[in-house]
């Protein structure tokens, strides 16, 4: 009753709503439409996500030739690269702040802020979310909190040098080291601001999908897209408070002479005033945010993939059910499995034996994922199009970087590769590279409803193929580097002898990152051109089933010129036969949302 309640109250709503006359300030900068904010969400993101390639780019340079001039140093880092030769403490602060950026403002922002704002009304029939005005507030909180981070880069004594998990007592002590001062400030202001914008984005999101769903779309019609972005929602509303406390705690430890996370500390012989804090317990607050985390970026990528798997396939998704149940299994362990990221810290080992546990656990609902992507594929009618090779690459990724993940949620296996590269080609592949390839798959996909054009299918061929090779190709070498013991976070190994016969496999990773950089440049030019000169996009381009193909062509804010659309069926009805053996609508692989069911025809829900 509620939700009919809510439904009907959405209708008369729109009436005449969308029909005001629109300035370019509030049609473009300060728009409460919801297909708008997903646009600068994208846009953001993709800018953001070009500033991080860059920054890893730097990185590996570094790497591969450690202590040799390098006019580019010198060109793009100033003061922070003499005579071209790279300052260590700047190495460090472009860890930092690569990581940063792209865990938290291309990965985050970038998959949630974008497709769930832009699908969530759209696929289950609501004319925009819950509240339009917190919706623009949640993107220019984001937008605030990107562009402090960015500032941060310019302040006199550097940017944030603490790695991006930011441990104390590096990032409590101002005095500690440059990268320790004013821009570890502005990075927890950035944090706290973007943090605010999550939260409100999330909130958002949670009430729409429940109380926002048009006729007859019940929990078990939703496509697998909604239930990954309404579960990431619920996670982030669970873990994120946890890193605002931490960074507000931490703010006060550095301003105002708590011991939060300080004990007993001496700089150059003299003992500070701190004692009784515990640089252990920031780890847990951070992780406690960071491994959900790790989810909150991976399931709005799952839940594209099983969209575009399931349409491109032209079969039903399998086991829709078991698929819904693995992201409910997931969001709830991953909330209990943080300490596999201390398993070095000290920790009691019963305490490591029982996040073995629960860590091992969550390789069951993972599995189920990829083994429904894997026989969805199986046997169908397969479009390879750029977005379907995109999800196929990320089951690819997500199995390869999953199959890592045992090995580091094993505490006595984990300890003897714990901060070395194994864990940067681990995390790379399975957060990373899986999420950005849901990105890039959902980006395809979705282009045609966002912009009303077509992106350039060969473009998008070469950019899969250049970005899919190089990126196991910077990322599987690093696998074999961090088992013979290679450290990550130094600047330069030439001190030690031992990695000598390293420096070449170094130098090859650099090569396949700096072609994986460029390739990026394919899918800018055909993002960017399309926008204006692509081929004009039919209604349903990849013939879909959910709802956001029967809204029109013109782009208003309310979605639907006349009513909304009534649900009669689960997303996935593909190729569905009558008992006769044909099409249960005739001439066509697929039934979509809105088509009443035909007379004897059964409905399916698995």
Known sequence: MGQAIAVTADHGHDDGHHHHKETFVTKYIFSQDHKMIAKQYLITGLIMGAIGIAMSVLMRMQLANPGEPNMVFEALLGKWAPDGIMDPNMYLALVTIHGTIMVFFVLTAGLSGTFSNF??????????????????????????????????????LGPAAAGWTIYPPLSALPEAMGGSGLGMTLWLVSMAIFIASSLLGSLNYIVTVINLRTKGMSMTRLPLTIWAFFVTAIIGVVSFPVLLSAALLLIMDRSFGTSFFLSDIYIKGEVLAHQGGSPVLFEHLFWFLGHPEVYIVLLP????????IATNSRKPIFGYRAMIASILAIAFLSTIVWGHHMFVSGMNPFLGSVFTFTTLLIAIPSAVKAFNYITTLWKGNLQMNPGMLFSIGLVSTFITGGLTGIILGDSTLDINVHDTYFVVAHFH??????????????????FPKMFNRMMNKNLGYVHFWLTAIGAYGVFFPMHFVGMAGLPRRYYTNTNFPYFDDLADTNKLITYFA???????????????????????????????????????????????????PTVYRWPYDYSK????????????????QHIPMQEGEEEMNH
């Open 119 to 156: 699908l969530i009304p759209l696929q289950i029939g609501a004319r925009d979310m819950a509240s339009g005005f917190l919706n623009m507030v949640s993107y220019w909180l984001f937008a605030v909190s990107a562009a402090i981070m960015i500032g941060s880069l310019f302040v006199e």
């Open 301 to 308: 990528a799952l839940g594209i993939t099983s969209e575009v």
């Open 429 to 446: 592949l399975v957060m990373g590279i899986s999420a950005l390839y849901g990105l890039f798959a959902g980006v395809y996909h979705w």
């Open 514 to 564: 700096i072609a994986t950089a460029f390739a990026q440049l394919f899918f800018v030019y055909n993002f960017v051109k399309s926008i204006f000169y692509g081929k004009k996009a039919p209604a349903n381009p990849w013939k879909s089933n959910t709802l956001e193909w029967t809204t029109g062509d013109k782009h208003i804010h309310g979605n639907w010129e006349g009513p909304i």
């Open 577 to 592: 036969l009558n008992e006769e053996g044909e099409y249960v609508i005739s001439g066509q692989d697929y039934a979509p």
